[in-house]
């Protein structure tokens, strides 16, 4: 039996037929010493994303702490190996035919919330790990008497991608509530950057593709909680009216061009309720695509295709993604 079989089937209990890449060996041999994370080989990424679409990665890794991760970071380095990090997978779209390399899961260890005492008047700082949902920091923060993120209420997803897409409702953005962040590079180094070094942009916070945001700073106002709790569920309430909260999507899928909304524009191409294969334009809003239970991600590229050529041919603009698509050779 091999290093990666033994390894597989002793600690992740994995069936004897699971297809193990080339290199398993010695990933394994390489993570041996630190590594105390889970890990799942050929694991489905539709289980690993709001559409619940996608084919397998090659294997998928948990880390339990920033020092795990920053050394997983450079012996994937050292192989050469392809990688990349996901939090709760609000905002991707994977291929049908998966992910080559290894996915970085910031799940539940790292997700903690933390108060931090520095006198000042009416700010408060609250550090935030990469994995905490939006809505476990906006609830603990109503809770403290926390004001600042009430905006972000029903925004899916993690800290950790909210801040690198510099996620925004209700004309805000996290830049306006962004202290600092700490950002991870491609060898495993972290470095902390002030929201005065940073030049955030829409839906961006304009740092190099090959950064991951694991820690952001929040800069709050102190306020009453009850009050902080109804703005809250008056922003939830108008989200569940306006949009299908409950469906299979990764929420808004194309950025709104020059303050336009997507939505509208989608709409007026005659597009709401159009369908390809099990990928259809949400009714309740066109900005949303669905999948109907049916669809594979190849259905939703279809879609997404055919809404940029009829909103180019209705309106002359063209329509950007804002969904992160990942494993497509070409699009």
């Not at 009416?122 to 008497?145: P, T, Y």
């Not at 669809?295 to 002359?316: C, F, N, P, Q, W």
């Amino acid at each position: 039996m091999s290093v990666a079989q033994g390894k597989a089937l002793g600690k992740d209990c994995f069936p004897c037929n699971t297809l193990l890449p080339g290199w398993a060996d010695d990933f394994l041999e390489m993570i041996r010493d630190f590594w105390n994370g889970e890990l799942k080989w050929n694991c489905s990424m539709a289980d690993l994303s709001t559409f619940r679409v996608g084919g397998a990665a090659s294997v998928v890794v948990f880390p339990l702490s920033l020092n795990e991760l920053s050394l997983l970071v450079q012996g994937l380095g050292r192989m050469n190996l392809p990688w990349r990090v996901i939090g709760r997978g609000s905002n991707i779209l994977v291929s049908d035919s998966g992910i080559e390399g290894v996915v970085v899961v910031l799940g539940r260890d790292f997700c903690s919330i933390e108060r931090i005492d520095i006198h000042r008047r009416e700010q408060v700082l609250v550090r935030v790990m990469a994995g905490c949902s939006l809505a476990k920091v906006i609830s603990w923060c109503a809770e403290q008497g926390l004001s600042g993120l009430e905006f972000a209420a029903g925004i899916p997803g993690s800290v950790g991608g909210a801040t690198a897409m510099n996620a925004g409702a209700f004309g805000r953005e996290i830049s306006d509530v962004l202290y600092s962040v700490v950002i991870m590079d491609r060898v495993g180094t972290f470095r902390s950057k002030s929201h005065e070094q940073m030049q955030p942009a829409y839906r961006s916070w304009n740092e190099r593709p090959d950064m991951t945001a694991v820690e952001t700073i929040f800069k709050l106002k102190k306020g009453d909680p009850e009050a902080i709790e109804a703005r809250c569920r008056d922003i939830i309430a108008q989200r569940r009216n306006k949009q299908p909260c409950h469906a299979m999507s990764c929420g808004s899928f194309f950025k709104n061009p020059d303050g336009i909304p997507a939505g509208k524009l989608i709409e007026e191409a005659g597009l709401k309720g159009f369908q390809v294969g099990g990928a259809r334009v949400s009714e309740k809003h066109a900005n949303f695509i669905i999948n109907t239970g049916t669809a594979t991600a190849a259905d939703i590229v279809s879609l997404m295709k055919h809404i940029r050529e009829r909103v180019l041919k209705k309106s002359g603009i063209v329509l950007e993604p804002e969904v992160e698509l990942l494993g497509f050779v070409s699009i």
